[in-house]
């Protein structure tokens, strides 16, 4: 069962979405004309973001986003200056393994893409960013399990209910559970069409210099290719990868 959104929030962030660059004020009018509230409902909102900290009001009546959310701005360009930075790293793995590469960042509904670097093939698998991949059915969901805190993990496995992607899906807790700690062993997690039945990955993960693991990287492809020969020179060359995003210490 998916969980349920909160509207009043979905709400809140359609009325953000009404700032512009070349709108960077708004007012209870605007909001009551373009997103079809009434005065009262519209006031409410932009006086609780006020209370929230994410809008201010210089002049009554006219509302202007407020410094915590340059702040978040910048933590947001932040992110995608990493993106920029794994760019290249990604780009020679694809190219050295003639196979997609892409890296991703944790989020609570999985691994969601950052960076990719497509396969030169006429025929290849490809992945847009900011696409968000199943925790328990990819490469880089598992790695990420594997490598979160005990009780992170038994959170999140409740609530995944090892649903099956595809005919390979694993759906029993205690292979799943035992997959994981072999995957912490090795540092390296695959799919061998566990999502989509005709698509193969490997992926490791990236850590930081205190050991955290920041990001996941995974070579992927069709699972005809994926032999275990291409999954030993994956291994390596994203290994390879990871240890050069490490280094960069923007992590």
Same mark, same amino acid.
């Given at each position: 069962?998916s969980t349920p959104l909160n509207g009043s929030l979905l709400k809140g962030v359609a009325i953000l979405d009404l700032f512009t660059a070349e709108r960077p004020e708004i007012t209870a009018a605007i909001v009551t004309s373009e997103l079809a509230m009434n005065a009262?409902?519209?006031?409410?909102?932009?006086?609780?973001?006020?209370?929230?900290?994410?809008?201010?009001?210089?002049?009554?009546?006219?509302?202007?986003?407020?410094?915590?959310?340059?702040? &978040?701005?910048?933590?947001?360009?932040?992110?995608?200056?990493?993106?920029?930075?794994?760019?290249?790293?990604?780009?020679?793995?694809?190219?050295?393994?003639?196979?997609?590469?892409?890296?991703?960042?944790?989020?609570?509904?999985?691994?969601?893409?950052?960076?990719? !670097?497509?396969?030169?093939?006429?025929?290849?698998?490809?992945?847009?960013?900011?696409?968000?991949?199943?925790?328990? !059915?990819?490469?880089?969901?598992?790695?990420?399990?594997?490598?979160?805190?005990?009780?992170?993990?038994?959170?999140?496995?409740?609530?995944?209910?090892?649903?099956?992607?595809?005919?390979?899906?694993?759906?029993?807790?205690?292979?799943?559970?035992?997959? &994981?700690?072999?995957?912490?062993?090795?540092?390296?997690?695959?799919?061998?069409?566990?999502?989509?039945?005709?698509?193969?990955?490997?992926?490791?993960?990236?850590?930081?210099?205190?050991?955290?693991?920041?990001?996941?990287?995974?070579?992927?492809?069709?699972?005809?290719?994926?032999?275990?020969?291409?999954?030993?020179?994956?291994? !390596?060359?994203?290994?390879?990868? !990871?240890?050069?995003?490490?280094?960069?210490?923007?992590?």
């Open positions: 069962m009262a409902t519209a006031h409410r909102f932009l006086t609780t973001l006020v209370e929230a900290g994410v809008l201010i009001s210089f002049q009554r009546g006219r509302y202007c986003l407020s410094q915590k959310m340059r702040d &978040l701005g910048r933590i947001a360009d932040q992110s995608l200056q990493l993106g920029t930075l794994v760019q290249p790293i990604i780009e020679q793995a694809a190219r050295t393994l003639n196979e997609s590469v892409m890296a991703c960042r944790f989020t609570d509904l999985g691994p969601q893409c950052l960076a990719v !670097a497509s396969s030169s093939r006429p025929i290849s698998v490809n992945i847009k960013v900011g696409t968000t991949l199943p925790m328990h !059915a990819s490469a880089q969901g598992k790695l990420w399990l594997a490598f979160a805190a005990p009780r992170a993990r038994a959170a999140h496995l409740a609530e995944l209910a090892l649903v099956p992607h595809s005919a390979r899906t694993i759906t029993d807790a205690a292979t799943f559970d035992a997959e &994981l700690d072999s995957i912490a062993t090795q540092k390296c997690a695959t799919n061998s069409g566990e999502n989509e039945e005709n698509i193969g990955a490997c992926a490791v993960p990236v850590f930081d210099a205190q050991g955290r693991m920041i990001l996941s990287l995974s070579a992927f492809g069709m699972l005809s290719r994926f032999d275990a020969a291409l999954q030993s020179r994956a291994r !390596a060359c994203l290994s390879q990868a !990871a240890a050069e995003i490490t280094a960069l210490g923007v992590c």
